[in-house]
């Protein structure tokens, strides 16, 4: 068990609707990442939140979006989907500070766009 | 972050020791080197990282050679639960953490 949370495990919504995923940190962590793996895909890098601050972006669309709160748990809004959505989207928090920082991720959600 | 070389595919027996090596060879002075492993559609699990000196944990060792340009993931006795995709990654640590950035990996399956 990473220590870090994602709700809900699965997700099945039909095209064109929006879905919100959460993702709780691990007690301590003030940075959370958000990564998307399509099929066959690798992992890729989203979107970075730093104690409330968008810190980094990656290949995240216009459709998506995301944020972090004051308790640090993150949401990640998908909205418009299309079937190409369909994927494992994964969180991933990490300590501020200090050389060698390792990420911890948690268990995924699949989504799945019908 | 300095790219990585990873071999796609690799097998070994369980039981033996899984050597899985990984070339980055325009790796700069402070950046370290993390390996990550996936099991089949779970979330990534780290398992060790380094700057220079060879790091071995409870799950793995790391060996780095001496001009950085490459290193070595070691399981020691490779079980059947160790079949994944192993991710080595460079990257630079600053004050607050940034993105990993993975590519393709090597599907390491360890055979009975």
């Known amino acids: 068990d990473s220590g870090v949370t994602q709700t809900p495990k699965h997700l099945i919504t039909a095209t064109g609707q929006r879905v919100t995923l959460r993702c709780s940190p691990r007690s301590g962590d003030l940075s959370v990442y958000w990564y998307q793996q399509s099929l066959d895909q690798g992992l890729q890098f989203l979107i970075q939140?730093?104690?409330?601050?968008?810190?980094a972006k990656g290949n995240i669309l216009e459709r998506f979006s995301a944020q972090q709160f004051p308790d640090l748990h993150s949401e990640l809004n998908l909205s418009s989907l299309e079937l190409g959505d369909s994927a494992l989207y994964f969180c991933?928090?990490?300590?501020?500070?200090?050389?060698?920082?390792?990420?911890?991720f948690g268990q995924g959600t699949r989504l799945t766009v019908v | 972050d300095a790219k990585t070389t990873q071999p796609p595919s690799m097998d070994c027996a369980e039981g033996r020791a899984a050597n899985l090596p990984c070339n980055h060879s325009?790796?700069?002075?402070?950046?370290?080197v993390y390996w990550y492993r996936q099991i089949h559609s779970q979330g990534p699990q780290y398992i060790i990282h380094g700057l220079k000196n060879n790091e071995t944990n409870e799950m793995a060792s790391l060996i780095i050679t001496e001009d950085r340009k490459s290193s070595t993931l070691i399981l020691p006795h490779a079980t059947l639960r160790d079949t994944a995709v192993y991710y080595c990654?460079?990257?630079?640590?600053?004050?607050?953490?940034?993105?990993?950035?993975f590519g393709s990996g090597t599907q390491l399956t360890v055979l009975p």
């Open positions: 991933a928090s990490s300590t501020a500070g200090g050389a060698g920082t390792e990420a911890f």
């Open positions: 325009t790796i700069s002075g402070n950046e370290y």
């Open positions: 990654i460079v990257r630079v640590a600053l004050g607050s953490a940034r993105q990993l950035t």
């Open positions: 939140y730093y104690n409330g601050e968008e810190r």
